[in-house]
């Protein structure tokens, strides 16, 4: 994509309010399918990818209808870059239903009440530090909540919920309005002065380009059936057993590995996945190289330790002979990304300073004068602070907790515009994890500990992060030429109606079925952590400080060798991403069957055959996309099992 792929339309074309208000009105139908399709199946779960499908389903329908409106009603089509504003919205909105975020988030305000038991002491340990008002404790009133068969649309369960609703939104409001000021200050850096690819974007930009080029492509139709085939026919064996089955998910070869050390490998997929064979081949060569070669990198690690005899003594690997650790050098790791991002755009960061005491011509186009965006992010700080300590944590705690947070958010936000992986997970490496290797539970108040174990709902996982989303979106603002400066608040009344939806759909799901039982793993990790913070706290973690260091340490050096050496093929992403990933397992294959495709493409015909060959990959994710994701559509409505193009 370059400043030529613009097209001529006035500076608010994109940015309109019919955009706006389309937007909005399918953010409650997308954050609906999104939970009633986690609660009720837990399968194929939308936003554990970086490319959310059901924004691309709506996408590709509006992309559709908008067609058949300019061919009979041309003056009421939508424009690229009105489109692409809807496109923003939604995945901005369905980042925020995540499985690591909202999803995460309603279960649990009741659970730590709800499954207190005699044998847990929940009730001793910590009820008296959780707050009241982001809580709830009246078990009788939750009754219906877990049982299911009734509805949420009374005025008794509206107003028990009304309370921390209100101030749960505000929270998360604050928090992704200080990540929109992020990324309006990051935004030149890594858009124009690096030029980062930003892949993940490529699909929605080709799908909404004017005349519908990439629609009239052979190749893309040779993608899109070819995947759309997989699936098709897999979808009617879910149904028919006895039908024929393409075996794109049935290899495993960790099964064959028994024996001491190998047997420490682990579960280790080979599977072919269309739509991320796909989004591997939007990525630089080097970056898929880097993420699956990495992945085996980390599996070596494993058996090398072993093989060593390396025991539970040194604190480095656990009774069945895994690394205990892998979540600490990932967080080094992410750290050194986010550092060294920072320290690249250092120059960047000297203009930002300058144009705070007088306004520069440098910051004449960005979305939100500098000045305000740093204030913006600043007012955002102090009410999540001020939040954070009438919950009881310690000041000092709030500010190192919040500094990681944002250097993660960095992190992942930079992997997303210079990888585009089509999976970030961080299960592993999270502020809590640093707070508890580097100080131990034992310092940190209790107060301390049970607001970070609420605060797990918005930080669980990182695969569904906004912030990335949000960066996205003002990089297609740039490449279809809408104005940013509307983009921004577009992205606000995204994020409450979002979030206000996220609560709406999820409550409305739990109290029609009984779904809600079996959520409660994404909140017990936040009540089970807290409960071994408090009863048996920890000192410092001699190991996990080392590990940390090591994974700093050794994505440094990948860093400053890819700077000595520009064609030094090992990328320090590559091995932040794959690191101890459980989500990443399910696609390192397909990403390196992409990367073996585009490299046999680059030598045979140079970047000639490459673009020729680019719709072919693209149809190969929309195909997946649009039949994998009718199958959901199907299960919803119906109840029957089907098909899971992912997980």
Known sequence: MTKNSQINQSPNAGVTRRAVILGLLLIPINTYFIMANHLLFWSTLPTTLSLIYNVVITLTILTTVNFLIQRFLPNFALQQGELLVVYIILSLSSAISGHDMMQTLVPTIPYGFQYATTENEWKQLFWKYLPRWLTLDNLPRLVDFYRGGNTFYTKSHLEYWLRPVFWWTLFLTALLWTLICLNILLRKQWVERERLAYPIIQLPFEMTRPKGRLFKSNMMWLGFAIAGGINLVNGIHAFVPAFVEIPVRKAEIGQFFTESPWNVIGWTPLYILPFAVGLGFLMPSDMSFSVWFFYLFWKAQ???????GVNTATGFVDSHGSIAYDGQQAFGAF?????????????HIVAIVKSIGKPQA???????????????????????????????????????YFLIYYLLAISVSRIRAEVGSPTHELFLANPRQFFTSVFGSRVLSPGSLT?????????????????PHALEGLKLSGESGMNSRRLVPAMVLATVVGILSAFWAYLAVSYSSD??????????????????WLFKPSETSSGGVIAM?????FTGALWWLRRLFPLWPFHPAGYAVASGSLTFSWLWFSILVSWAAKVIILKIGGIGLYR????????LILGEYMVGGAWVIVRLITGFPVYSFYR
């Open 302 to 308: 494993r058996v090398v330790i072993k093989a060593l």
């Open 335 to 347: 750290l050194a990304l986010a550092i060294f991002a920072i320290i690249g755009a250092r120059r």
């Open 362 to 400: 440098y910051e004449r186009k960005e979305p939100m004068m500098y000045r305000w965006a740093v204030i913006g992010f600043a007012a955002g700080l102090v009410f999540l602070i001020s939040f954070s300590y009438a919950g009881g944590m310690a000041v000092w705690t709030i500010l190192v």
């Open 451 to 467: 607001m970070m174990a609420l605060y797990i709902t918005f930080n669980r996982g990182y695969r569904a992060h906004p912030m």
């Open 515 to 532: 779904a809600v039982v079996g959520d409660g793993g994404l909140a017990f990790r936040a009540y089970s952590s807290l409960q071994r």
């Open 549 to 553: 260091f090591g994974g700093f340490v």
């Open 612 to 619: 020729k060959a680019l719709p072919l990959f693209l149809g």
